[in-house]
C-alpha cells in the first residue's frame, strides 16, 4: 500500500515507531510520530527554534532514523513559519525535514494529536513570545489531551516530530 492512500487520521509504521497522518495534498504526506522519538528533553537556551538543543537532536538523531528506513529523498524539505504564540514574527522561517509541530498546525490537527497514553507533554517549535514582550525562554507545549500551556525551556519534554513524506512510498 502507498502512503498516499492512508486517510488523515489512519495509522502506519516507519520501523518500530507509529505514525499517524494529518493531511495529504498533491502526492505528499503530513504525519507525525503517535509517541515519542525523545523523551525528557530540553528545549535548550533560547525559544528560537532555529537555535536550539531540540533542533540540534531531531537533525541529528530522528532525521538519520527515519532517512535509513524510507530514504533522504522521501522526506520533503519544506518551510516551517516560526511566529510566536502571539503572532511575532522575530524567529522568521527554516527551511528543514523533520522538525517539532507549530503552534499552528497543533491547533489545526489537535484532535489527531491528543494522546491520552503519553507520560509528559510534547514540545512545538513556537516560542510563547518575544524577550521585548517580557517572554524570553517560554515555549507552547501540547499536553496529552490537547491542552496548551507554556513551558520554560530548561524543563523536559517529550518530542513527537513532524515531516512531510513522498506520498508514493510503500508502507
Known amino acids: 500500500m502507498k502512503l498516499k492512500e492512508v486517510a488523515v ?37 533560547t525559544p528560537d527554534y532555529r537555535e536550539s538543543k531540540l533542533r540540534n537532536r531531531i537533525e541529528a538523531e530522528i532525521q538519520p532514523k527515519i532517512e535509513a528506513r524510507v530514504g533522504a529523498e522521501n522526506i520533503l524539505e519544506h518551510v516551517a513559519d516560526l511566529v510566536t504564540m502571539d ?39 513556537t516560542s510563547w513570545s518575544v524577550e521585548d514582550r517580557g517572554w524570553n525562554l517560554a515555549v507552547v507545549c501540547v499536553w496529552q489531551d490537547g491542552v496548551f ?3 520554560r525551556c530548561h524543563n523536559c519534554g517529550g518530542v513527537r516530530p513532524v515531516m512531510w513524506l513522498n506520498g508514493n512510498i510503500e508502507i
Open 87 to 125: 503572532m511575532q514574527h522575530d524567529f522568521g522561517t527554516l527551511n528543514c525535514k523533520v522538525r517539532s509541530f507549530t503552534f499552528d498546525e497543533a491547533r489545526k490537527y489537535n484532535d489527531l494529536l491528543a494522546n491520552k497514553d503519553l507520560d509528559s507533554w510534547t514540545w512545538t517549535c
Open 149 to 151: 500551556s507554556d513551558c
Open 9 to 45: 487520521g489512519g495509522e502506519f509504521k516507519i520501523g518500530a515507531d507509529s505514525f499517524i497522518v494529518l493531511d495529504q495534498e498533491d502526492g505528499k504526506t503530513f504525519v507525525v510520530s503517535k509517541g515519542f522519538m525523545l523523551e525528557s528533553q530540553a528545549f535548550g537556551d
